[in-house]
């Protein structure tokens, strides 16, 4: 059952950020939010000068309670009437989001902390969550969006995770009341190995013929679930990478699967949602397909 918003918060300017994203999410579908933080040095097994960094209110602890506190207060402020619980977890950030993405409708964090190193694009909280939680991951990257930033772009291939990002994609787009921009790339046929036999015959126009029937097959059922959401699709003979970051470029939200069709078998994240990450110019959310 996913019934609540999770976010994440450490004090960062990058956190406060997630926050407010975050709030709206929960507004808009009509969940509680939950604020997590990941209080780590009662895991550290070092002398703090005595034993009062774990009383509440004292020390260390109540510094991370009162980062709980001020990020529930900001919540509330921007989302009035919005259920907020707070959670604080003896144990580091990651563990302590991914533990409550269990039961969760969505992940919410921002793409750096304070503890991230400096120039450095994602934090390595968000990436690992991308990477291992079990319910959709939204990473808030620095910036104002665009002014025209008026869509939900979800990029689209025939993977298990590309399909769940495609599910995700409706519906942000129905609850957020805009309209949802399919994306989905083919490249020219290459050689994957010693062995690999390319096709004798290769027609452009017949494949992507072939990729935009794909498309429509994998869209199917959709727009009967989500009547109201507005979809337009693009096909490109192109890399799904440079695309979808042309996109993100007027989107409210990028959705992607956390690997897709081309990826290494067992591999945990592929390319295109690493470099999403990095470089889009929107909140991107990956997602993975259920186990």
Not at 147 to 176: K, N, P, T
Not at 271 to 280: D, G, I, K, R, W
Request: hydrophobic share 45%; glycine share 10%.
């Amino acid at each position: 059952m996913r019934n609540h918003v999770v976010v994440g918060t450490d004090g960062s300017a990058s956190a406060t950020q997630a926050m407010a994203w975050a709030a709206h999410e929960a507004t808009l579908r009509r969940l509680p939010l939950r604020v997590v933080h990941g209080f780590v040095w009662s895991q550290v097994h070092a002398p703090l000068g005595g034993a009062v960094y774990l009383e509440s209110g004292a020390g260390l602890r109540g510094a991370a309670e009162r980062i709980l506190a001020e990020a529930a207060t900001t919540a509330r402020s921007a989302e009035p009437g919005l259920v907020v619980e707070t959670s604080l977890v003896e144990n580091s950030g990651t563990v302590a989001l991914l533990e409550s993405a269990r039961d969760a409708a969505v992940v919410v964090v921002g793409s750096r902390g304070l503890g991230g190193f400096s120039g450095l694009i994602v934090g390595s909280t968000a990436v690992q969550l991308a990477m291992y939680s079990p319910c959709p991951v939204v990473v808030i990257r620095d910036g104002e969006p665009a002014q025209d930033a008026h869509r939900i772009v979800v990029g689209v291939d025939a993977s298990d995770h590309a399909l769940a990002a495609l599910e995700f994609g409706f519906e942000e787009a129905s609850v957020r009341g805009v309209p949802l921009h399919t994306v989905h790339t083919w490249t020219d046929p290459v050689s994957t190995g010693p062995g690999d036999m390319l096709p004798l015959v290769f027609d452009p126009d017949v494949v992507h013929e072939e990729e935009t029937r794909l498309l429509a097959e994998l869209l199917a059922g959709w727009s009967e679930k989500y009547p109201d959401v507005q979809v337009t699709r693009q096909v490109a003979r192109a890399r799904a990478r440079d695309e979808l970051l042309h996109a993100s470029q007027r989107a409210q939200l990028l959705v992607v699967g956390a690997r897709g069709v081309g990826g290494f078998r067992g591999l945990l994240f592929g390319s295109v949602s690493q470099a999403m990450l990095h470089h889009a110019h929107c909140p991107v959310a990956v997602v993975r397909a259920r186990a």
